[in-house]
């Protein structure tokens, strides 16, 4: 079985020299990044890590993400990426759903780290600043303006700086690591770079012999319709295949190894992995930036002459409508591709006649390892579609009652089957039996989205799952906002649906019934309860005091009457 570092190894053996990763203006070359994530291997295992081991990644897009991800990968042990706007109680979920024994956190959500370490398995925290990789010169600079968040941490045997990961794999190969001071400062980030010749034997050998690694590199969260966040467990076979065809799609306009891309996505989401990780095993160049905020992005797209953009629907729209748009040249682009949700035709649109170039879609889901269909680039394409099926997978468009196929161009539910298909969740198995089915003898994963496919093959998105929410490119289990509202003391039931809206997909509303005699309970309470046990992307914009909620002949909520009733208030 090829594993994704070994396809990282040769990408890093041909392009030692060439820029992979650029952040905040420090460039990491292929052999400098190889050698990063060798030491960070190394120190991983002093620290007790072993093959299958499992590791939640709660950062945001750094250096860091990527070379913890890929050290994981060299072990063999099972990545857990999270967003970091996860509060403590989903990090306790996760950690505790996951069995994860090891956390890379920043020092703004150490707090978070710490009041959840009692009650899970987690025995070694690596911390890291924004600007731990940057030079020092950067560091203090950075202090001085007051530029970048800052949190307390404590270091300890089982807390470690991410620099000290850096600095002791390298020295692991001729000293005994216990000969390390335990406290060594962040400034081990900035260690010594080794020959070419050293770095050739590390990638060619190994540090340490490890094994080869088991057949799941990463175990991603997505929300779903449950309450809980699903793990979908992705194997190195199923990554590679999806990460090929990501490449392949773009190709005609970009040749292998000639991209510079910027990192328009999360890295812990399945879209960020698939364009953005995807480049650094091809040999293109990724710039990292740790936020968004347009203007750094619109300069780092000038300044490096980027080629490849991504993102959201709602990012596209939010950069049409910058005010300070026309100040910068971002000419150089010459892909753009669009997922997470469906581009308004009027993006596209306007996007085509502002720039002259379209943006590409593609339809997928984490179950799904991204890409379903994608839009090949540098060919003409009908409007609005999700692209043609990508050669790997396999689908069926049937009836979602009878699961019958449907006839040539209509719609129905979509389902997805592929060789290395995820074949169910992380310890769900009643949630597995009910997305998951065998259908003619064959496993296919039942994605709940209503979808058609012309006589040419191109598919076209129609309709979601009812239950989830897409907001700002997040999937939102509208079941999960209900669950914590209703665990308030004065709310007696609550139904959440999503609100059509150009700018962020959906909006999420919240309809509450409160306890006969309560008083006094606003919305903003409710809203303060919230914040206290959601992501900010869960939190509900709106929240309406019902005295009843509509509800079927045998109890269940139902949210198409509530939608409906929205969209006609929109309509009126």
């Given at each position: 079985m090829e594993s994704i570092y070994s396809v990282f190894e040769q990408a890093a053996k041909q392009?030692?020299?060439?820029?992979?990763?650029?952040?905040?203006?420090?460039?990491?070359?292929?052999?400098?990044?190889?050698?990063?994530?060798?030491?960070?291997?190394?120190?991983?295992?002093?620290?007790?890590?072993?093959?299958?081991?499992?590791?939640?990644?709660?950062?945001?897009?750094?250096?860091?993400?990527?070379?913890?991800?890929?050290?994981?990968?060299?072990?063999g042990a099972v990545a857990v990426p999270v967003t970091p706007f996860y509060a403590p109680s989903d990090l306790q979920y996760i950690a505790n759903d996951s069995g994860a024994e090891t956390i890379f956190c920043l020092d703004t959500n150490f707090g978070y780290v710490t009041r959840i370490l009692s009650e899970t398995k987690l025995k070694r925290v690596v911390v890291t600043t924004m600007i731990e990789v940057l030079p020092l010169w950067k560091r203090l600079l950075g202090k001085a303006l007051k530029k970048v968040p800052e949190g307390k941490f404590q270091l300890g045997e089982n807390t470690v700086t991410f620099g000290q990961l850096l600095k002791a794999g390298d020295s692991s190969r001729g000293n005994s690591r216990q000969s390390r001071p335990p406290s060594a400062g962040l400034e081990s980030a900035d260690y010594s770079p080794r020959s070419e010749a050293e770095r050739g034997a590390d990638l060619a050998l190994g540090r340490r012999g490890f094994q080869p690694p088991l057949e799941t590199a990463e175990i991603l969260y997505t929300g779903g319709t449950t309450g809980h966040p699903k793990g979908v467990p992705i194997s190195h076979t199923l990554f590679l295949e999806a990460m090929t065809e990501q490449r392949?799609?773009?190709?005609?306009l970009i040749p292998n190894a000639h991209d510079m891309l910027i990192q328009g996505a999360p890295l812990y989401h399945i879209l960020g992995q698939a364009v953005g990780l995807g480049a650094l095993l091809h040999g293109d160049s990724v710039i990292l930036l740790p936020r968004i905020n347009l203007d750094a992005m619109f300069d780092h797209i000038q300044r490096y002459r980027a080629t490849t953009f991504f993102g959201v629907p709602t990012m596209y729209r939010m950069i049409l409508e910058h005010d300070r748009l026309d100040q910068y040249k971002l000419d150089s682009l010459k892909y753009c591709f669009s997922g997470?949700?469906?581009?308004?035709?009027?993006?596209?649109?306007?996007?085509?006649?502002?720039?002259?170039?379209p943006i590409y879609q593609g339809y997928g889901a984490t179950e799904t390892c991204g890409g379903v269909s994608l839009t090949p680039a540098g060919q003409p394409f009908p409007e609005g579609t999700a692209g043609k099926l990508v050669p790997f997978q396999k689908i069926r468009i049937v009836n979602p009652d009878t699961l019958e196929a449907v006839a040539e161009c209509e719609s129905g539910e979509l389902l997805v089957s592929s060789e290395h298909m995820v074949g169910a969740y992380w310890n769900k198995p009643e949630e597995s039996e009910r997305c998951f089915l065998k259908v003619d003898g064959n496993l296919w994963y039942k994605t709940g989205d209503i979808v058609r496919m012309d006589k040419d093959g191109w598919l076209f998105f129609e309709d979601r799952s009812v239950d989830v929410i897409k907001h700002k490119g997040y999937r939102v289990a509208a079941s999960r906002i209900e669950a914590v509202l209703q665990e308030h003391s004065a709310v007696v039931a609550s139904c959440v649906v999503g609100i059509p809206d150009l700018n962020v997909g959906e909006r999420i509303k919240a309809f509450v019934v409160l306890k006969e005699d309560v008083k006094g309970v606003s919305a903003y309470d409710l809203t303060a309860w919230c914040r206290e046990r959601l992501a900010p992307y869960e939190l509900p914009h709106y929240i309406e005091f019902r005295d009843m909620l509509p509800k079927s002949k045998v109890g269940k909520l139902l949210r198409r009457e509530l939608r409906a009733e929205e969209r006609r208030k929109m309509e009126e």
């Open positions: 392009f030692g020299n060439k820029t992979c990763l650029i952040y905040l203006g420090k460039e990491y070359t292929y052999s400098h990044l190889a050698e990063s994530v060798g030491n960070a291997a190394d120190s991983l295992a002093a620290l007790g890590m072993k093959q299958g081991d499992k590791a939640i990644i709660f950062l945001p897009n750094l250096p860091q993400w990527i070379i913890a991800w890929l050290a994981l990968q060299k072990m392949k799609s773009r190709a005609r997470g949700d469906v581009l308004p035709v009027e993006i596209g649109n306007r996007w085509q006649k502002r720039f002259g170039k």
